[in-house]
C-alpha cells in the first residue's frame, strides 16, 4: 500500500509502531512474559513465547535491541524512526500512557537511520515479511484463498 499511496501523493498514519509493545522491549526472549495481565492477558495467543510465531518474534526483538544499542538508543526510538522513515508515511500515531512514555517516544521522531542502519534492518526482518502476524489475527480472502486472487485458468490468457 505505501508505494501507491505515495504514487498518488497520498499521506499515510502508521498504527502500532511498537507491535503490541513487543518493540518497546517489554517482552524479551528469555524473560517471563506474564500472560495473566495487562495485554497478554486479552491476547494470549499474542505473547505466549511456546507458540513459534511468538518464539520468532523474540528473535527479530532481540536482535533490534542490538542494534538500538549499538546506536546508543531504545528499542522504542528506533521503531518510531524506522516507521517515519518511509517516504510515504506522514505521520507515526503514538499512544503512550505516560509522559515518561511520550518523552521517550519523540526522541525517537528526531532520530535519522542512515541507509546501513535500515539496511541492518531489512536483513533482519526483509521487506514484505510480518514477523509480527499474531495467532489468530483475522486475514483478508483474498489473500489466502487462491481461488479469488487467480483469475479461472480459461480467462488468464491476455489474448
Wanted: net charge neutral.
Amino acid at each position: 500500500m505505501l508505494p501507491t499511496a505515495q504514487r498518488l501523493g497520498m499521506g499515510v498514519l502508521t498504527y502500532s509502531p511498537l507491535g503490541w509493545g513487543f518493540l518497546t522491549g517489554r517482552y524479551r526472549k528469555g524473560q517471563e512474559i506474564d500472560l495473566s495481565r495487562g495485554r497478554a492477558a486479552r491476547a494470549l495467543q499474542r505473547f505466549d513465547p511456546s507458540i513459534p510465531v511468538n518464539a520468532a518474534k523474540l528473535e527479530v526483538v532481540e536482535e533490534l535491541v542490538k542494534l538500538a544499542d549499538e546506536l546508543g538508543r531504545t528499542l522504542p526510538e528506533l521503531a518510531i524512526a524506522f516507521a517515519a522513515a518511509h517516504p510515504a508515511v506522514t505521520s507515526v500515531i503514538l499512544g503512550p500512557r505516560t509522559m515518561e512514555q511520550l518523552e521517550g517516544l519523540l526522541k525517537g521522531a528526531s532520530l535519522v537511520l542512515d541507509d546501513a542502519v535500515l539496511d541492518r534492518i531489512d536483513e533482519l526482518v526483509p521487506p514484505g515479511t510480518n514477523v509480527y502476524h499474531p495467532v489468530g489475527l483475522w486475514s483478508p480472502a483474498p489473500l489466502t484463498d487462491a481461488a479469488l486472487r487467480r483469475r479461472p485458468v480459461g480467462d488468464r490468457a491476455a489474448g
